[in-house]
């Protein structure tokens, strides 16, 4: 009976061991899985930060672009409605005209 409970005793120090190094591992694993996202945030953010302000200039000049693009738009349909743009454009339809009968005027000629 006195090598039971020293064999007794001996298994649970061993399994109290085993579970003590199994304990320690997960914690070791655990802290150094949390020192690799530690260190990838490291890493990482700083980049982020940068494309994000690289993205917010791109949409800044974007939103410049179609605010400019719009008020060309607006001006184009306001020369439309100017009356002198009318007269400009009658004015550039008699000088081609003038133009053609100039031409046809200069082929007989040469005829």
Request: glycine share 0%; charged share 30%.
């Amino acid at each position: 009976m006195s090598t039971e409970p020293v064999t007794l005793k001996f298994k649970v120090v061993k399994a109290c061991n085993t579970f003590s190094e199994y304990f320690i591992q997960m914690l070791h694993e655990t802290s150094l899985g949390l020192y690799r996202i530690y260190e990838h945030n490291v890493r990482k953010i700083p980049q982020l930060i940068k494309a994000k302000s690289r993205i917010e200039r791109t949409i800044n000049n974007n939103n410049i672009i179609n605010a400019r693009i719009t008020d060309m738009i607006d001006n184009v349909q306001k020369i439309n409605n100017i009356d002198a743009t009318d007269n400009i454009l009658d004015m550039i339809k008699r000088i081609s005209s003038l133009k053609e009968d100039i031409e046809a005027a200069s082929n007989e000629n040469k005829k």
